[in-house]
């Protein structure tokens, strides 16, 4: 059987490798690629997906737009986010999901036994990345998701669509941190190859003594934002979890079996030169 990860570039991604560690652990004989596709070539390479012997597929950038209209159905999740990063492929039928922001909710929940539900959320960004963990954040449960971004009307737009699905979120115009359970940074700033590794969007100074600073950039793993919050003594979470998490909620939607987190891990810090921890 095949799976692989449709984006533009996908070069650098880390998916082949955790996937891939991940069939090899379970026995199960899936070959992962990297499926490199520019977008003119996106709606032939969604129809590939419907060859019998292809178990599903991940989306990346430019993508996870872009393919919603190619399938032939999206999971709640997905449909509110209007973005896909899961395609599974079963009786003949392209489901999309989004497991973007459920992985991140796992990713509280396994790495840092922090419940969604019922928490005070602030949530630095209003991009692709923000807009899936503040649906999947407002299924989970959360109390008050605060969205703050630089640009003030795309907070403005997640926050009144995620109170549109049922979900308490308003935009917030300060990145203070004072009183929150969670803060997050889904801003690119920090991260690797953007200029802006040296910078943070929020200062931590008064953030609550036990409120969970979480960096969904995993590249570099300590981000300025991250390291502030080590400094502070707050629990911290960097990106790498999301992103395995999201891979093992693939791998279960596309096997029915529990994912080898642990060999996910092991995969990908080894890819990314880290010590296993
Ligand atoms: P992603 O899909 O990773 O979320 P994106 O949609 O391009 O990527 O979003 C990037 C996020 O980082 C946005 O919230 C963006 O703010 P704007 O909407 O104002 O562009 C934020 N961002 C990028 N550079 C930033 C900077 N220098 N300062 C603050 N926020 C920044």
Same mark, same amino acid.
């Given at each position: 059987m095949r799976a692989g990860i449709i984006g533009h570039p996908v070069g650098h991604s880390l998916s082949p490798v955790f996937q891939g560690a991940a069939f090899r652990a379970c026995g199960l004989d899936v070959t992962y690629a990297a499926w490199d596709t520019p977008p003119g070539e996106l709606a032939g390479r969604v129809a590939g997906l419907r060859a019998p012997d292809v178990l599903g597929a991940n989306v990346t950038i430019p993508h996870k737009e872009a $393919? *919603? &209209? #190619? #399938?032939d159905e999206l999971e709640l999740l997905a449909a509110r986010v209007g973005a896909v990063n899961t395609i599974v492929h079963r009786a003949a039928r392209l489901t999309g999901h989004n497991t973007d922001g459920s992985g991140f909710v796992a990713a509280l929940r396994e790495e840092r036994q922090f419940e969604a539900a019922g928490a005070t959320v602030l949530l630095l960004g209003a991009g692709g990345a923000s807009r899936g963990i503040a649906f999947a954040l407002a299924a989970a449960g959360a109390r008050d998701i605060a969205i703050w971004n630089r640009t003030p009307e795309r907070a403005q737009r997640l926050a009144a669509d995620v109170a549109a699905a049922g979900g308490a979120a308003h935009a917030q115009g300060a990145t203070d941190p004072a009183g929150f359970d969670l803060v997050v940074n889904c801003t690119s700033l920090g991260m690797s190859g953007t200029g802006t590794t040296g910078d943070s969007p929020c200062d931590l100074r008064r953030a609550a003594p036990r409120a969970l600073a979480v960096d969904? $950039?995993?590249? &570099? *793993?300590?981000t300025p934002f991250l390291a502030q919050a080590r400094a502070l003594g707050l629990p911290w979470l960097g990106g790498l979890p999301m992103l395995i998490h999201q891979g093992a909620l693939a791998f279960e939607l596309w096997t029915g079996q529990p994912a080898p987190v642990a060999v996910m891990f092991a995969a990908a810090r080894a890819a990314l030169g880290e010590a296993a921890a």
């Open positions: $393919v *919603a &209209p #190619l #399938l969904i $950039v995993y590249r &570099p *793993a300590e």
